[in-house]
């Protein structure tokens, strides 16, 4: 699985004339996958930042096909496209919905789950910003424990939910981790899910430094400490056979925390548990 980032096209199907703010982890997400998914691609979105940076009408910032759905329904959307498709005979487009956190693993759901239940041929991506961001920077599941979120001035109390494993019990043909401070290992995921007959899922991390309180030029850097400290994982689940793509350097996840606002509150007890997860999740524990 290798990508040649000197042989991708120079066309830009995303990013361009996008009004994402500074650092936009999202928008960064959405250049990099086109890179590779191309321009036989259809893209549907549900109420997020991303549906609505990338412009409307005439004034789309993507070069291919988008529609904004509901909130809920993005995947049912684009099952429904690839149905249209297969009765036309037309083959070689790529459908995919790209959902946030919340439209993937909260309200957007019960649409997910189904269309990976009929093993839809779609790629479904998760962007995550571990906050609803195009509302204020709320809440949800995929906010993780002891972060400070707009309407959670102490901190979250409850886990991140773990939607990698969950899509992974669907018996998918794919479920990739990805992340934006990782071109071509993000880009080469892409490249294999849309090789695929069935359903495939990434979840990319892509911070959003409003909601991290981070600066906006420190998306990337801080989105490289998650993984090389071994807090978000880089993986794939190809047919069944599991295999991490990346060795992350295991720096402190202190390294990590401090870097964020969101964190400022996390105490040394509490940084802690996070290192001997990490520790003996790497088999480096006592
Ligand atoms: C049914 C419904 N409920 C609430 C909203 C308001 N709403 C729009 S975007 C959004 C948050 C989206 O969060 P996420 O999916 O994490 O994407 P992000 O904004 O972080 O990019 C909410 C609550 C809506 N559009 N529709």
Same mark, same amino acid.
């Given at each position: 699985?290798?990508?040649?980032?000197?042989?991708?096209?120079?066309?830009?199907?995303?990013?361009?004339?996008?009004?994402?703010?500074?650092?936009?982890?999202?928008?960064?997400?959405? %250049?990099?996958?086109? !890179?590779?998914?191309?321009?036989r691609?259809?893209?549907?979105?549900?109420? =997020? $930042?991303?549906?609505?940076?990338?412009?409307?009408?005439?004034? =789309? &910032?993507?070069?291919?096909?988008?529609?904004?759905?509901?909130? /809920? $329904?993005?995947?049912?959307?684009?099952?429904?496209? %690839?149905?249209?498709?297969?009765?036309?005979?037309?083959?070689?487009?790529?459908?995919v919905?790209?959902?946030?956190?919340?439209?993937?693993?909260?309200?957007?759901?019960?649409?997910?789950?189904?269309?990976?239940? %009929?093993?839809?041929?779609?790629?479904h991506?998760?962007?995550?910003?571990?906050?609803?961001?195009?509302?204020?920077?709320?809440?949800?599941?995929?906010?993780?424990?002891?972060?400070?979120?707009?309407?959670?001035?102490?901190?979250?109390?409850?886990?991140?939910?773990?939607?990698? &494993?969950?899509?992974?019990?669907?018996?998918?043909?794919?479920?990739? =981790?990805?992340?934006?401070?990782?071109?071509?290992?993000?880009?080469?995921?892409?490249?294999?899910a849309?090789?695929?007959? *069935?359903?495939?899922?990434?979840?990319?991390?892509?911070? $959003?430094?409003?909601?991290? *309180?981070?600066?906006?030029e420190e998306?990337? /850097?801080?989105?490289? !400490?998650?993984?090389? $400290?071994?807090?978000?994982?880089?993986?794939?689940?190809?047919?069944?056979?599991?295999?991490?793509?990346?060795?992350?350097?295991?720096?402190?996840?202190?390294?990590?925390?401090?870097?964020?606002?969101?964190?400022?509150?996390?105490?040394?007890?509490?940084?802690?548990?996070?290192? !001997?997860?990490?520790?003996?999740?790497?088999?480096?524990?006592?």
């Amino acid at each position: 699985m290798t990508i040649n980032v000197n042989s991708l096209p120079q066309v830009e199907l995303f990013g361009q004339g996008n009004v994402g703010c500074k650092g936009c982890g999202a928008a960064i997400a959405g %250049r990099q996958a086109m !890179k590779v998914l191309g321009e036989r691609t259809i893209i549907t979105i549900p109420a =997020s $930042c991303m549906a609505t940076l990338g412009g409307s009408n005439t004034r =789309s &910032a993507w070069r291919v096909p988008f529609y904004h759905t509901l909130f /809920e $329904c993005a995947p049912a959307v684009s099952s429904g496209i %690839r149905a249209a498709l297969e009765i036309q005979g037309i083959k070689d487009v790529n459908v995919v919905s790209w959902g946030g956190d919340a439209g993937s693993a909260d309200i957007g759901f019960q649409s997910l789950t189904g269309a990976a239940e %009929r093993q839809e041929n779609i790629i479904h991506v998760l962007y995550d910003n571990e906050m609803y961001m195009n509302t204020g920077g709320q809440t949800g599941s995929q906010t993780p424990i002891y972060a400070i979120t707009s309407n959670g001035s102490l901190g979250k109390k409850v886990r991140k939910k773990n939607m990698l &494993a969950i899509m992974e019990a669907h018996g998918i043909d794919y479920v990739a =981790s990805a992340n934006i401070a990782y071109p071509e290992d993000l880009m080469a995921k892409f490249q294999k899910a849309a090789a695929k007959k *069935g359903f495939s899922y990434i979840h990319i991390l892509a911070p $959003c430094h409003r909601g991290w *309180g981070i600066k906006p030029e420190e998306t990337i /850097e801080v989105a490289r !400490k998650a993984t090389e $400290c071994g807090l978000w994982e880089l993986f794939e689940v190809d047919e069944g056979k599991r295999t991490r793509t990346y060795e992350p350097k295991l720096i402190p996840v202190a390294d990590y925390f401090k870097a964020q606002g969101r964190f400022k509150n996390l105490t040394d007890e509490q940084i802690a548990e996070f290192q !001997k997860f990490v520790d003996d999740y790497y088999g480096k524990g006592e």
